[in-house]
């Protein structure tokens, strides 16, 4: 009699820890659990970075999620909006990786990303270059762990109209 207390708490506790996961939307290759995409904008401003040649980032893919990432430069000079990048997802919090480099030319990797759930602006990542030739892989450029539950909408924007030339290689998101 006295092992069944600890079978019955273990029998309940089972299905709440199994509730909570995490799921890595790629992207190229998408949510592997509902199929959704990122949805890029102005699709033409955005380069298959694994494919691209005349891209001047050429990070080693081996060191990428699903060998694959999404690049583009905002040209305050030549381009009204600023490209950006949405994907829908059902859950609490998310965690958005990019490639990041230092260098300030060839490429030049001033970063001017802000964050949108839902339409709301609710954080941003700036960096200016050190010149370092190092490249941080899963650099983590964006975390919001207190979302209300739910379907929401993730937009990422790269750059704004009177600010510098800003480049973002996008890898992943991870959502829970
Ligand atoms: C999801 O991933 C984040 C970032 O790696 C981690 O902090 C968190 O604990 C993970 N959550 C679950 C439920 O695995
Ligand atoms: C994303 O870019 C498209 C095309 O420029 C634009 O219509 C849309 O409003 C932008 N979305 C956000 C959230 O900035
Ligand atoms: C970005 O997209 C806009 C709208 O399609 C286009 O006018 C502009 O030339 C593009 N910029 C670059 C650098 O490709
Ligand atoms: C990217 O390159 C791979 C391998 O060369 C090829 O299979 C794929 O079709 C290319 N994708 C696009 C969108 O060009
Ligand atoms: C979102 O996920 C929760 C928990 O997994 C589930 O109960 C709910 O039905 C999902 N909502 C949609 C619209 O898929
Ligand atoms: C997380 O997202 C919610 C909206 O879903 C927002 O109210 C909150 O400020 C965000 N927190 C962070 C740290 O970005």
Redesign the pocket.
């Known amino acids: 009699m006295l092992f069944l207390v600890p079978v019955i708490c273990f029998s309940f506790l089972r299905p709440v820890l199994a509730a909570l996961r995490n799921v890595t939307i790629d992207d190229t290759y998408g949510d592997p659990d509902t199929g959704v995409q990122f949805t890029y904008a102005p699709a033409g401003n955005w380069s298959l970075g694994q494919n691209c040649t005349n891209c001047e980032a050429h990070p080693d893919p081996a060191y990428t999620y699903d060998k694959s990432w999404h690049d583009t430069t905002f040209f305050p000079s030549l381009d009204t909006a600023p490209p950006n990048a949405s994907v829908s997802f059902n859950g609490s919090a998310i965690y958005v990786y990019c490639i990041v480099y230092h260098t300030t030319s060839y490429p030049n990797n001033y970063m001017d990303l802000r964050?949108l759930?839902?339409g709301?602006e609710?954080?941003n990542f700036n960096q200016i270059p050190t010149g370092s030739t190092e490249i941080d892989y899963n650099h983590l450029v964006?975390?919001?762990s207190?979302?209300?539950h739910g379907v929401?909408t993730f937009t990422l924007v790269n750059g704004q109209p009177g600010g510098q030339a800003a480049l973002v290689l996008l890898d992943y998101m991870t959502y829970t």
């Open positions: 964050f759930i839902d709301e609710t954080g964006y975390k919001n207190s979302i209300p929401h």
